[in-house]
Nanobody
Framework: QVQLVESGGGLVRPGDSLRLSCAAS????????MGWFRQPPGKEREFVAA????????KYADSVKGRFTISRDNAKNTVYLQMNSLKPEDTAVYYC???????????????????WGQGTQVTVSA
């Protein structure tokens, strides 16, 4: 059983930056695609970003392209989400996800990620 633990959420002002981290409790972390989803208040969960096991293929939602960057450090079993130029509409609970099935390119569908973290709150407000 894989556990994913997110950290780095908080309250920031519009235009600020924040970096989320997600630590995975698996020795085979480097085998798996990883991603981030978010759920804004009162809305459906949505795809944010994904990265292949090697880190060479990235995907982003149109709403975050050019502002967010997903990356990973396989030596630390950790995936990151660097969020710049934050907007109030980025306010959401952010979830780290892991896909234990081989897949290329990385999926944008929540149904393909079989492990989820508990979520971390990001609030962007003046």
């Amino acid at each position: 059983q894989v556990q994913l633990v997110e950290s780095g959420g908080g309250l920031v002002r519009p235009g600020d930056s924040l970096r989320l981290s997600c630590a995975a409790s698996t020795r085979t972390f480097s085998n798996y695609n990883m991603g981030w989803f978010r759920q804004p208040p009162g809305k459906e969960r949505e795809f944010v970003a994904a990265i292949t096991w090697s880190g060479t293929n990235l995907k982003y939602a149109d709403s975050v392209k050019g502002r967010f960057t997903i990356s990973r450090d396989n030596a630390k079993n950790t995936v990151y989400l660097q969020m710049n130029s934050l907007k109030p509409e980025d306010t959401a609970v952010y979830y780290c996800v892991l896909d234990s099935n081989w897949r290329f390119p990385p999926s944008e569908s929540s149904t393909n990620y079989n492990y989820w973290g508990q979520g971390t709150q990001v609030t962007v407000s003046a």
